[in-house]
């Protein structure tokens, strides 16, 4: 799919904007704060009804006005999408083809971008929730109805705790017997999740070690792990009553600790993601341009991954990615783009000269300033 056309009205500090775009690789070059990470805040919020960089939507008002809209036509499998979003105090209206979208999990399957953005390199070495929450999130426009499954596995695990805590405290009704109830259904939405984590997992890796290859030119392995001791850390297809069974069987296992502590030890909400660079891991031994490339692979696999699956690319987004790669990495970046020909990618930087520009002829260019963009 494709941004053919956006129209921005009092978007951080896009006041008025009008574009249409093409398909290939289109750079966006503006020096600092002029607006090249905003504009792609636009189309990611257009197409995900999510900003990467923040939560409290009316920062993305313009401060001197109360409302903003964005408008966008893009081009997919299914023909044209004119969705238009409304934003003010109250929250946001969306219509696709002037038909309301009322829950965001409506709007899931619409449309797809993949965006990166310099706070996603803190992925490999952040806590391992955070992982969790990047990963389940990835796998959302796969799997729509996933939401329900995290959402489903949240709530029972909370009140598992709750009982846990209270077993613990010793508080009045609360028996062990009441336990097995929630077993059986921690288990059975946890299962669900561990399955997709480690399918989605099997299916990205071959595409994270052939393109990591790629963009580091051959120089080191990088792969990719569904770290959990309820599933065998062996490749593969597992099966989902083998794993219910390991979970129930790990639950046992943990039950005296569990009452112990006061909360479940064990299940998806204590698994991790895990990057191997070379037989290590990646969090201790890679360096700050290692992880950049490892990042950028992901995202490019993630975008690879979504393609086999639903027959057409997703709009990939790359903010200022060009820093921190030296000169054979940054043009073994464009050279993958392009060797995968993803339809369309929206690219920033600081400077037109840091951009390798062999192999690019095609690509479009805009100049960002004070929240104008010109063709150039
Ligand atoms: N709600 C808003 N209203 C008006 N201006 C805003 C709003 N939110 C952010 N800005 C301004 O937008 C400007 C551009 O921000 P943006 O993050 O897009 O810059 P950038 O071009 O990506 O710069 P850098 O190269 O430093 O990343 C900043 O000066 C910021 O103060
Ligand atoms: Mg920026």
Redesign the pocket.
């Known amino acids: 799919m494709h941004l053919r056309e956006l129209r921005l009205r009092d978007f951080?500090?896009y006041t008025e904007l009008y574009l249409s775009f093409k398909r290939g690789i289109n750079i966006l070059i503006?020096e600092?704060?002029?607006?090249?990470?905003?504009l792609l805040e636009a189309i990611h919020f257009i197409n995900t009804l999510q900003s990467f960089r923040t939560q409290e939507e009316k920062?993305?008002?313009?401060?001197s006005a109360r409302e903003a809209v964005i408008s966008a036509a893009v081009e997919g499998g299914c023909g044209t999408k004119n969705i238009s979003l409304f934003l003010d105090d109250k929250g946001k209206r969306v219509k696709v083809n002037n038909r309301k979208i009322s829950r965001a999990s409506e709007f899931l399957s619409e449309t797809h971008v993949i965006t990166f953005s310099p706070d996603d390199l803190f992925l490999i070495k952040d806590q391992p929730s955070e992982r969790r929450r990047y990963f389940d999130r990835a796998i959302l426009p796969h799997t729509p109805s996933y939401l329900k499954t995290i959402n489903r596995y949240d709530k029972i695990l909370q009140q598992r705790n709750h009982l846990l805590r209270d077993i613990r405290d010793r508080k009045k009704g609360a028996e062990k017997g009441l336990l097995a109830a929630w077993d059986d259904q921690l288990i059975e939405e946890g299962a669900r999740v561990l399955l997709k984590r480690h399918n989605f997992v099997e299916e990205i890796r071959p595409f994270l070690e052939g393109i990591f290859k790629e963009l580091s030119r051959g120089q080191k392995r990088l792969s990719i792990f569904y770290n959990s001791p309820i599933i065998p850390a062996a490749e593969g297809a597992v099966d989902a009553d083998a794993v219910k069974k390991r979970f129930q069987d790990a639950l046992q296992g943990a039950s005296e600790e569990e009452l112990r502590y006061g909360h479940t030890l064990i299940g998806p909400h204590r698994d991790d993601f895990q990057f191997i660079l070379d037989d290590y891991d990646a969090k201790a031994t890679f360096s700050q341009g290692q992880h950049r490339l490892a990042i950028l692979a992901l995202k490019l696999s993630e975008t690879a991954l979504y393609k086999q699956i639903s027959g057409e690319y997703p709009i990939l987004l790359l903010d200022?990615v060009f820093s921190e790669l030296d000169e054979m990495r940054g043009e073994a970046l464009i050279e993958q783009i392009i060797n995968m020909d993803i339809e369309q990618v929206f690219i920033?930087a600081?400077k037109k000269e840091g951009i390798p520009s062999e192999r690019m002829g095609c690509s479009s260019f805009y100049l960002?300033r004070e929240g104008t963009v010109s063709p150039i």
Do not use: E, F, P, V
Not at 32 to 38: D, E, L, V
């Open positions: 951080r500090n503006g600092n704060a002029q607006g090249k990470t905003n920062n993305l008002i313009n401060t200022d920033t600081a960002i």
